[in-house]
């Protein structure tokens, strides 16, 4: 029999969830990372808590007692956030960007976020046929969670978008704190977070990848690539969007995989 924890402060909540199977509970959630020192459990369920980043296995209580209701096994998604990299242009990144995000379950809700700003507008936004506005100079302006959920895109029911101003000079003033409250801001709203990186390294880009949960590099299979590639101390899933299959030759130290192979990779 499994061994489940409830998080919650509700009577209703722990009657109900009770009702359906037995359970260990924590008022707090300081109560329950005490628990889960003591004991391992196979489903954390979260009535309301902040649990970012804290659980792997946390399932949102509506979502265990609806998919108990019908008799179905609970399937935890593990929050991602997936930065998809290069270390030079015109190697297919932003395709593999929609690629990645048109991969997972209509059910997993998705945001993409554009940092690769150029004057012009961005690849991506081209690639998706986006309006030129809102975009993330918009948040800028105010830097508040309402700003930033008022500036996302819906590009369709679970897929949102916070595209790249047209211009550089929209984002003269942005900083690593900007990164990390974006991300923070996303956390509570999204199960996978894409970042579209441009191939250079800075210290917004360095945030982001600290941040990330999976780092792609996506790359065209050249040697030049890898020598860039095996100077990097990051941990990254190298993905070649090449035909040529003389790269293995250069690749074969590299965690690699073709671009067809990606989604076998990444919990659905």
């Known amino acids: 029999m499994p061994l489940n924890l ?5 009577p209703k909540t722990i009657e109900a969830v009770k009702n359906k199977e037995s359970c260990d509970v924590a008022l707090s959630l300081e109560s329950a ?6 004991k391992k459990y196979d489903v954390i369920i979260n009535d309301g808590f902040n649990v970012s980043g804290i659980f792997d296995n946390a399932v949102n209580v509506k979502d265990y007692l609806k998919n108990t209701t019908n008799d179905k096994k609970i399937k935890v998604f593990r929050q991602e956030i997936i930065s998809v990299w290069s270390v030079k242009g015109g190697v297919g ?17 998705i945001l993409v976020i554009d940092f690769n700003f150029q004057d012009g507008g961005s690849d991506l936004s081209f690639l998706l046929d986006l309006p030129v506005i809102p975009h993330i100079g918009m948040y800028l302006k105010e830097r508040t969670k309402e700003s930033f959920f008022k500036n996302l895109i819906e590009y369709s029911p679970n897929i949102s978008i916070l595209q790249a101003p047209p ?14 409250n974006i991300i923070r801001f996303a956390r509570t709203a999204f199960d996978v977070i894409i970042f579209d990186l441009p191939n250079k390294v800075d210290e917004i880009v360095n945030t982001v990848l600290e941040n990330s949960t999976k780092k792609i590099i996506v790359s065209s299979g050249l040697v030049s690539e890898a020598r860039r590639i095996k100077e ?20 074969k130290d590299f965690n690699c995989i073709t671009i067809k192979e990606l989604e076998k990779i990444l919990e659905r």
């Open 167 to 180: 211009g550089l000079s929209f984002i003269k003033d942005m900083t690593p704190e900007d990164v990390e």
């Open 232 to 251: 990097l101390d990051e941990d990254f899933l190298v993905v070649i969007n090449s035909p040529n299959r003389q790269w293995k030759l250069y690749y």
């Open 93 to 109: 990144r932003t395709t593999t960007v929609k690629r990645l995000m048109e991969m997972f379950d209509k059910n997993i809700k």
């Open 6 to 10: 409830l998080i919650s402060n509700n």
């Open 33 to 38: 990372l005490i628990r889960v020192k003591q």
